[in-house]
């Protein structure tokens, strides 16, 4: 339970301080007042103000917010409605930008500090009839040794390799029975049969020898950008998966996340940063959807503005739309955590 709480909330201020340090560092740099950065949601526990700025430490440790002056209203002197367009969009996006670039930093790291490698073979034990592998020539007792020239260690490697590649031609390396060794070509699925993967075999990894490993830095940050990309890619198809129905669609909130992040925790300090990116970038991108009280929504009105060439919403009722929307928003958290307790009563686990 303590190294559950102790991750969790080590991994939510890191994410929130860099979404939260966008919006004030921009902020400044445009000369809006920013009233209060604040760590948590209130009440207020302890705060402190320094350079006209009010720095707080809160009681709900579930966010973090920046309080700048005028938001919806340009009357307020040095107010961020009062700015221009661009401005307003910069500030406005620059929390998710911080989101975008932290996992930079955090899968460089994750690559640099040492941790557990699978090496082994993956051995094809079955293979659905009329399935991509069967009609590439993919039979059992197959070794697959790699995908579009990246070797395969273990069962992980290729169910990533093929996520990544869903509708997209891959080159698969295949070692058959005889030794002989044959690269086969297919098209991994979006709308498998039930039971059935993208590319319809049955895996076992042989032999699987954990290494430690770790990379010096000049190969860790090239590293650390590609899993950054490879990331963007699984959480697109993943989206589209639960959007075609292939994929359930599962959600978790506060409670799931800190189930998760204690659980991966335990696997290391490496694969830990590893889901800490990757929890960076989900917030990224749900804050700029075009939803009320996000970022994505309020940058909406600032698009609409421009729309209109000016015309603006007026700032009573922006500012009541984002608090509907704030109200829907916590009634929503509130709902996937009353899932979250209930499975974890049952003792369910978000991880397969």
């Given amino acids: 339970m303590l190294i559950t709480i102790v991750s969790f909330l080590g991994v939510l201020v890191v994410i929130i301080i860099a979404h939260e340090l966008g919006h004030f560092f921009t902020a400044k740099a445009s000369g809006v007042t920013v009233e209060e950065f604040g760590l948590g949601f209130p009440p207020r526990l302890v705060s402190v103000k320094w350079g006209g700025t009010r720095y707080s430490l809160n009681a709900v440790p579930l966010g973090g917010f920046i309080k700048m002056a005028g938001e919806e209203d340009p009357k307020v002197p040095g107010s961020l409605a009062s700015k221009r367009i661009g401005t307003r969009l910069l500030v406005l996006g620059s929390g998710s930008l911080m989101n975008f670039l932290l ?5 460089s ?9 699978v090496f082994g073979q993956v051995l094809v034990e079955e293979v659905a009839p009329a399935s991509p592998a069967e009609r590439a020539g993919i039979e059992p007792g ?8 990246k070797s395969i260690n273990d069962n992980f490697d290729l169910q990533r390799s093929v996520q990544l590649n869903l509708g997209r031609e891959i080159s698969i390396l295949v070692q058959h029975g005889d030794a002989t ?13 039930e039971e059935q993967g993208a590319i319809g075999v049955a895996i076992r ?15 860790a940050i090239p590293m650390g950008v590609g899993e950054c990309i490879q990331t963007f890619t ?20 506060p409670v799931g996340i800190a189930q998760l992040t204690g659980e991966v925790a335990k696997a290391g300090f490496s694969p830990l940063l590893e889901f800490a990116a990757f929890l960076s970038i989900n917030l990224a991108i749900i804050n700029l959807l075009p939803l009320p009280a996000l970022d994505g929504g309020r940058i909406a009105f600032v698009l609409l503005e421009w729309v209109r060439r000016g015309k603006r919403v007026s700032a009573k009722t922006e500012g009541m ?11 929503f958290l509130l709902a996937i955590t009353y899932q979250d307790i209930i499975r974890i009563i049952s003792g369910e686990s978000l991880i397969p």
């Fill in 181 to 193: 060794t044959e690269e086969v070509q297919l098209i991994p699925r979006w709308r498998p049969p």
């Fill in 321 to 331: 739309i984002h608090l509907i929307g704030f109200a829907m928003l916590i009634a």
């Fill in 103 to 107: 996992p930079l930093l955090l899968f």
């Fill in 234 to 253: 699984l959480f697109k198809n993943a989206i589209i998966s639960m959007i075609i129905g292939t994929t359930p669609t599962v959600l978790a909130g």
């Fill in 109 to 117: 790291v994750a690559f640099m500090v040492p941790h557990n490698m």
């Fill in 205 to 219: 990894t042989l032999s699987p020898t954990i290494v430690r490993q770790h990379y010096p830095f000049w190969q």
């Fill in 142 to 149: 197959d070794t697959i040794l790699e995908v579009n020239g």
